[in-house]
Nanobody, 114 residues
Framework: QVQLVESGGGLVQPGGSLRLSCAASGTIFSIIKMGWYRQAPGKERELVATITSSGSTVYADSVKGRFTISGLNAKNTLYLQMNSLKPEDTAVYYC????????WGQGTQVAVSS
């Protein structure tokens, strides 16, 4: 079992930055991959970025060059640094862990608005 708790969401103006954190606990030693997903109102949940235990990363085209995923093995915490935020980044952001089984956090709201 893996427990995931996100934090760091909030309201930010366009062009601003936020850093999301995801604290992982439980049987984290066997996590294969972790990632961030988001779901905007009326839309399906979509991948934002993932990172494997070996450090390989994947980003959605919409966030490449603006967002950076890091962590996983260090301090059992996953991060998502979000820069140059746009209104279309507004969503609930979810942390995910793949351990063979799939685990989700409760989500943290990010709102980008002037």
């Amino acid at each position: 079992q893996v427990q995931l708790v996100e934090s760091g969401g909030g309201l930010v103006q366009p062009g601003g930055s936020l850093r999301l954190s995801c604290a992982a606990s439980g049987t984290i030693f066997s996590i294969i991959k972790m990632g961030w997903y988001r779901q905007a109102p009326g839309k399906e949940r979509e991948l934002v970025a993932t990172i494997t235990s070996s450090g390989s990363t994947v980003y959605a085209d919409s966030v490449k060059g603006r967002f950076t995923i890091s962590g996983l093995n260090a301090k059992n915490t996953l991060y998502l640094q979000m820069n140059s935020l746009k209104p279309e980044d507004t969503a609930v952001y979810y942390c995910h862990a793949d351990q063979g089984a799939s685990y989700w956090g409760q989500g943290t709201q990010v709102a980008v608005s002037s």
